[in-house]
């Protein structure tokens, strides 16, 4: 059974920092890309941030750009997510996705066919 667990939400004041932090298992995607997806209350998942299979390249959504820094570490089969500078805006439940057909990053939502349940990220004064 393939599990996404996801872990490192939590709520924060606007400005600060997180890295959320994604452990796969019962299938290996060290082929695949991979990325962070996410939901805000009331509208549609979006993409955030994606990885190579290698992780030498990524992409990131304009949102994320120059914020966020998507990494993994495919012998540790694991996928980060370091967010700098969050605001209000950045709330949404956060999930670690992988793509069966892309070993280059996508921003394509429907490129991602496997993501955990979330993470939940909330920016508040």
């Known amino acids: 059974q393939v599990q996404f667990v996801e872990s490192g939400g939590g709520l924060v004041q606007p400005g600060a920092s997180l890295t959320l932090s994604c452990v796969v298992?019962?299938?290996?995607?060290?082929?695949n890309a991979m990325g962070w997806l996410r939901q805000a209350p009331g509208k549609e998942r979006e993409f955030v941030a994606a990885t190579s299979w290698s992780g030498k390249s990524t992409y990131f959504a304009d949102s994320a750009?120059?914020?966020?820094?998507?990494?993994?570490?495919?012998?540790?089969?694991?996928?980060?997510?370091?967010?700098?500078r969050l605001n209000p805006g950045d709330t949404a439940v956060y999930f670690c996705a992988a793509s069966t057909i892309a070993t280059m990053p996508s921003g394509l939502i429907y490129d991602y066919d496997y993501w955990g349940q979330g993470t939940q990220v909330t920016v508040s004064s």
């Open 25 to 31: 298992s019962g299938r290996d995607f060290s082929k």
């Open 65 to 84: 750009k120059g914020r966020f820094t998507i990494s993994r570490d495919n012998a540790k089969n694991t996928l980060s997510l370091q967010m700098n």
